[in-house]
């Protein structure tokens, strides 16, 4: 069982917007780290979507945004399509171990 | 182009040891911290462990720590997994990453920019 809990499943038609939440503790998210987001679509490595809560890499589309409160994180992707199913996972650190990272249980995004 | 090959997976019986590399290219290597991290089959991303640009600095997760070590060779721009005592549960994709790190709000923050592809292990008798 993850630290950083995420919904197993999301699902939205083409064009939709869905969100994706990433619920941690007072010893992770809530303690002040950051959080990073990683998509990982069917057969391929994953793949860096966001970084340091909200910023996006260069090459991510603008339709793939993300917010952090307290202790936790959401991930918004608008203007849904079909290239966007895949597993996107939720990142960050612990201060109840040094140097410890830890993975959101992940979530699978279905474009109906 | 910036890339990260990993190596050395392959069938091992419990109890047996497997040594894993990633060779990298196209950044500095030494300037980096690097990271491996495993996807079990019908299971999520985990982190496994990280290493300091210099090697002097190393992490694990508690499901290996004892078990598992990391290291690095900055001469061969090398990555290595050494992993020990395996068990049934360490069958995954093993997938090395290359981190990019700032500090802000009084802390480091790292993230993984780069990732290579993955090499199997699957421990079974």
């Known amino acids: 069982q993850s630290v950083l809990t995420q919904p197993p499943s999301v699902s939205g038609a083409p064009g939709q917007r869905v969100t994706i939440s990433c619920t941690g503790t007072?010893?992770?998210?809530?303690?002040?780290?950051?959080v990073n987001w990683y998509q990982q679509l069917p057969g391929t490595a994953p793949k860096l979507l966001i970084y340091?809560?909200?910023n996006r890499p260069s090459g991510v589309p603008d339709r793939f945004s993300a917010s952090r409160s307290d202790t936790s994180a959401s991930l918004a992707i608008t203007g849904l399509q079909a290239e966007d199913e895949a597993d996107y996972y939720c990142q960050s650190s612990d201060n109840r171990v040094t140097g410890s990272k830890m993975f959101g249980g992940g979530t699978k995004l279905t474009v109906l | 182009e910036v890339q990260m090959v990993e190596s050395g997976g392959d069938l091992q019986q419990p109890g047996g040891s497997l040594r894993l590399s990633c060779v990298a290219s196209g950044f500095t290597f030494s300037s980096h911290a690097l990271s491996w991290v495993r996807r079990a089959p019908g299971k999520g991303l985990e982190w496994v462990s990280s290493?300091?640009?210099?090697?002097?600095?190393?992490y694990y997760a508690d499901s290996v720590r004892g078990r598992f070590t990391i290291s690095r060779d900055n001469s061969k721009n090398t990555l290595f997994l050494q992993m020990n005592d395996v068990r049934a549960e360490d069958t995954a994709l093993y997938y090395c990453a290359k981190e990019r790190g700032y500090h802000g709000s009084g802390k480091d923050y790292y993230y993984m920019d780069v990732w290579g592809k993955g090499t199997t292990v699957t421990v079974s008798s």
């Open positions: 340091g809560n909200t």
């Open positions: 007072s010893s992770n998210i809530g303690a002040g780290f950051d």
């Open positions: 290493i300091s640009g210099s090697g002097d600095n190393t």
